[in-house]
């Protein structure tokens, strides 16, 4: 993947800009509250049709009436723009090649990863999170798999709405058996994906952890099924465990196993990351995490994703930091790195940098020769 301009029109602060991205490093630096994240967020936007706001309404530049994006890359040698316009309360519009592309079709067409600070808390606190995750990254991987998912929890709210009037006494039990079928065959497709990919992320992510810890620490990732132990082979007797829990899910008015619940745990050397992992150890799982969901996206697609890293190397230490730039520097993955400080990079000859001033982008060529 790489991607060799942006153009955003009314994105958030951002009310005109244009700009060419060097093929390997990119670094925004600015101030708090310029734009630096609303960049990033763009992009990611563009790959997974999701950002940090609730609404679409919060993307579009405060007093206008729409938002646009304009994105050039190539994807495995072949050129593509894509183009998506959000307007408040309206449907998405999106072209791809100037051809219409429905919201859902989106997933896999540009695929980046996003690394944050909030990613350093992951392993505690809510698994919504960690779905997310693992979902993003098995998504831009497998359009099917998107695809699966989004029918699965489309059934799911469904089921669950039933299952209310049941409890209501306004449907009868049996109405659940046609869900349940629908239900059990595209569970059972989500959770093989997802049981696939944490096996290849647990090894992937193990093999960055020791490089990071100077072959300290083991990673592992596990992937833990919502109330079932783990004898029960969910991936072929999900209708059997949906029909034995009928009642239990009748009086809470909600399905009570499934994908939407399940959770990732992660061990770094046999202890509990989120029990007794310090600060340090998460951070370095973090970083693993992030660059092997790197390693897997190329894995499956043939390709690296682009890589947005907002805000993270204040969180790393100067020799994480250092181990981050060489991996990206040898393995030739495109980076936007955002950053309130040049000190955490080296000085010379190190792609593009950019200033991010209030909306505005400034580029600076060689800027460490010029004084600044
Ligand atoms: P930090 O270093 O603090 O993370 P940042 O440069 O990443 O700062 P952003 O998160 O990109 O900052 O936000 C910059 C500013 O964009 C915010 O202060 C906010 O006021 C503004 N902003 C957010 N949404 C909109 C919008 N829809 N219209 C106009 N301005 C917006
Ligand atoms: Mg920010």
Redesign the pocket.
Known sequence: MRVTEISLT????FAAVQLKFDDAINIFL????????????AINFASLGRG??VKD????????SS?LLRIKFFARSVEHVLAIEISPNKRRRILFDANALKPRELVGKLNSVLFSPEDLFMFKGSPVARRKFLDAEISQASPVYFANLSRYNRLVDQRNNLLKKIRDGFARADELDLWDEQLAEVAEKVLAKRLAAVDKLNFLANLMQRRISAHKENLSVVYEVHGQDASNNLTENFLEALRSRRFVDIKRGSTTLGAHLDDLNFFVNGHELKLFGSQGQMRTAALALKLSELQFIKSETGEYPLLLL??VMSELDASRREMLLDFLRREKIQTLI?A?DRAYFPPRSFGKFFF?TA?TLTERVNSFADGH
Do not use: S
């Open positions: 009314d994105w958030r602060n600015g101030l708090n509250a310029q734009g630096k994240t609303n960049l990033l967020e940090r706001a309404a919060e993307f579009v530049r405060w007093g206008q938002a907002d805000d955002t309130t991010v909306g």
